[in-house]
């Protein structure tokens, strides 16, 4: 890092002294005792059970390539500019769907590529009897724009009943329910977290292939839950789509590539079978999606199956819809409010579905203000219909449920460091004993997560859940006539471990004779700021992947509202503050600025093993400073630097040091700031890990 050598001399002794009696980490001022679940011990592996045989799931799984692989940056294939080679009107004056949909359907036809957005307005809607506006339907597409602030797909069209805007499917079915050869029995009842499945035979199947794993609700099933009388066999049953990782011929034994949620049973007709094909690698990205606002009249909540109702016409219709894909993503996306639109609606009815879909990854979106949020399912912004999908980095905003979960065959899936503002109803379980997903890090802004019986539906609804895990709550404020950030009383067992901030209480209790009985385990209310780990989902994944914590650093994206796990050093004016004013994820952010020169650095001194690391950061900046840089030290070598730089930054952008070779048991990571007076930058989300 180049410093002016006026504060190089100052710095020796000044910064010494300041280490010594000014410089004392904030965390100590705030933090408590730690503390970690009862469930979770440091030694923890999956298997790990209590005396009661209470556990919690292995989410690890959760995401792209099973969150061993990141979003590719630079996938495979050409690009296909929408524009200069197929005609789109980046305007927004002229339909634009079928010229991207050559696109779509050129990059699909040469093994896959980019479909490319730039800048502007992009006028869509479904074609005929279309049931979306664009369809990517082939592995290996990736729709990109050239940012959410920066490219606009508008829908323009409100018959959108049971419609998407964007939807990734296969041409041929892979419905998980459709078998495409003979299934092939289990010998024996399979218990949760398993791998391992005994058939009467292995014959036909191969390693990496992808499979179905599922038993029946049948009659005794539904009594096993108490449900007789309000479940019947179209609720499917326990149903997890694996992939096949190793086949034992002479036992007769499949393994999987992620572990089995509930327990299947012989007595309910257990087998697997093959599907058809699901999309692969698909993905959109770095884009806004906006809906006409319906004109109609007829917006009640039972108005959704009245014929000529605004409601009916936009009944179940979504942004994103992704249905039976696997290894995706989307990233970088909004939702927007069209110009032509006089009320304030982004969407009109769902935000995003993953439906019969795993292991895709959903980040870096907001999503909200759909125009219905009436009955019969509507106005979702997030809705997990699938099996070990992650979403992450996502907010929510004034939604019928702001995220949901629903149906015997979704599980494994995590929502993690999210946030959901002022929805009409709660984040919810919402219908037919989803199992084993996992709330991790939520921000509830006038909203709650409740996972109970709901007593609704033609097929009531029921248990919606049990074996799930709502770690870490921050509570900003409460729901309206609510003193609950979490209502849990879950089917057989469920878990709420640790809740901070201002709203943190939880509603748990039941009687012995209540049919959630025993009541949920509950540990930590209103000191979540000193659960360890702080985040379940990030360090399952790290004990998975190389034991170490996934993010190294303290409080890294200042989610506790202060400055808790940093230090500080300024000359001139102090230009550091936590703030909310537009933070990449979560509720809060990191902002540098004074109205007078100053020279600022916000940093962590972190005691790590020996090894290579890599450090990153998202900034928006002014620009005009005199250097503005991330950097490592104090690591056992010479100081690295990622020169963020004096230009203007209008969009979060992400600056990384990798390689840091670690041997001396230690390593700082901070901003050095040197700026003029009413330069800016924020920052949010340092990331700290091993490789």
Not at 44 to 61: A, E
Not at 235 to 244: A, E, Q, S, V
Not at 405 to 434: C, E, K
């Amino acid at each position: 890092m180049k410093k002016k050598l006026a504060w190089k001399l100052l710095a020796v002794v000044w910064m010494f002294m300041l280490v010594l009696s000014f410089v004392v980490p904030i965390e100590s001022a705030n933090a408590g005792t730690p503390w970690r679940s009862s469930l979770y011990p440091s030694e923890w592996n999956p298997g790990f059970k209590d005396v009661q045989g209470r556990f919690l799931h292995d989410f690890s799984y959760a995401g792209y390539w099973r969150g061993e692989k990141s979003i590719p940056s630079t996938p495979p294939g050409a690009t296909y500019n929408v524009v200069t080679q197929y005609g789109a009107d980046s305007s927004g004056t002229n339909d634009s769907t079928n010229a991207i949909q050559n696109a779509i359907n050129a990059a699909g036809a040469a093994g896959g590529g980019i479909v490319y957005l730039p800048a502007g307005t992009y006028r869509v809607k479904p074609q005929g009897t279309a049931a979306s506006a664009l369809w990517i339907n082939k592995d290996n597409v990736v729709l990109r724009g050239s940012g959410k602030t920066s490219t606009f797909i508008y829908n323009d069209s409100t018959s959108m009943r049971n419609k998407a805007v964007i939807r990734i499917s296969p041409v041929t079915s892979a419905d998980w329910f459709t078998p495409t050869n003979t299934p092939t029995s289990i010998r024996s009842d399979v218990q949760p977290q398993a791998m391992t499945i005994p058939v009467n035979s292995v014959s036909g199947y191969s390693i990496n292939e992808f499979i179905i794993v599922h038993s029946d609700a049948t009659d005794a099933f539904i009594a096993d839950h108490g449900m007789t009388g309000k479940w019947d066999a179209s609720l499917k049953g326990p149903t997890f789509y694996r992939k096949i990782t190793g086949i034992d011929a002479s036992a007769n034994r499949l393994t999987l590539d992620i572990p089995i949620r509930y327990t299947l049973k012989t007595r309910d007709n257990a087998r697997v079978y093959k599907v058809g094909e699901a999309v692969a690698e698909a993905g959109i990205e770095d884009l806004s999606i906006g809906m006409k606002q319906h004109t109609g009249t007829g917006w009640g909540d039972l108005d959704f199956n009245v014929t000529g109702t605004g409601a009916y016409d936009v009944h179940a219709s979504k942004a994103i819809t992704f249905a039976n894909a696997k290894n995706s993503w989307v990233d970088n996306v909004n939702s927007y409010k069209p110009s032509s639109n006089s009320g304030d609606y982004h969407l009109l009815s769902h935000g995003i579905s993953l439906f019969q879909s795993r292991t895709v990854t959903v980040q870096n979106t907001h999503l909200q203000k759909p125009q219905y949020k009436g009955e019969g399912g509507n106005g979702y912004m997030y809705i997990m219909q699938g099996s070990d999908n992650l979403v992450q980095h996502a907010t929510a905003t004034n939604g019928r449920h702001n995220f949901t979960f629903q149906y015997l065959w979704t599980s494994g899936n995590v929502i993690h460091n999210s946030t959901s503002n002022f929805p009409r109803l709660a984040s919810d379980f919402h219908m037919h004993l989803s199992m084993a997903n996992l709330f991790d890090n939520m921000t509830m802004n006038g909203d709650f997560i409740e996972a109970v019986y709901r007593p609704y539906g033609t097929i009531e609804h029921g248990w919606t859940t049990t074996q799930s895990v709502i770690w870490n709550t921050n509570g900003i404020a409460y729901a309206a006539g609510q003193s609950s950030i979490v209502k849990s009383k879950q089917f057989g067992q469920g878990y709420v471990i640790g809740t901070r901030g201002a709203a943190n209480g939880v509603t748990y209790t039941v009687p012995a004779s209540d049919g959630s009985a025993p009541q949920d385990l509950v540990e930590g209310i209103g000191t979540g700021l000193d659960l360890v780990p702080q985040s379940l989902y990030l360090d399952q994944k790290a004990k998975r992947s190389f034991g170490q914590p996934a993010n190294l650093l303290t409080n890294p994206g200042f989610e506790t509202g202060d400055l808790t796990g940093w230090t500080e050093w300024h000359n001139g004016a102090l230009a550091q503050k936590v703030d909310t004013d537009l933070p990449r994820s979560g509720s809060y952010k990191l902002t540098h600025w004074a109205s007078t020169n100053y020279q600022q650095i916000t940093a962590q001194l972190k005691t790590v093993p020996n090894g290579l690391y890599s450090a990153s950061v998202w900034v928006r900046s002014s620009g005009g400073q005199n250097a503005l840089q991330l950097y490592a030290k104090n690591y056992g070598a010479a100081e690295i630097d990622a020169v963020i730089g004096t230009s203007p930054i209008p969009n979060y952008t992400k600056y990384t040091i990798d390689n840091i070779p670690v041997t001396n048991g230690q390593v700082e990571i901070g901003i050095w700031h040197d700026a003029n007076g009413n330069n800016w930058a924020a920052f949010d989300d340092f990331e700290l890990v091993r490789k």
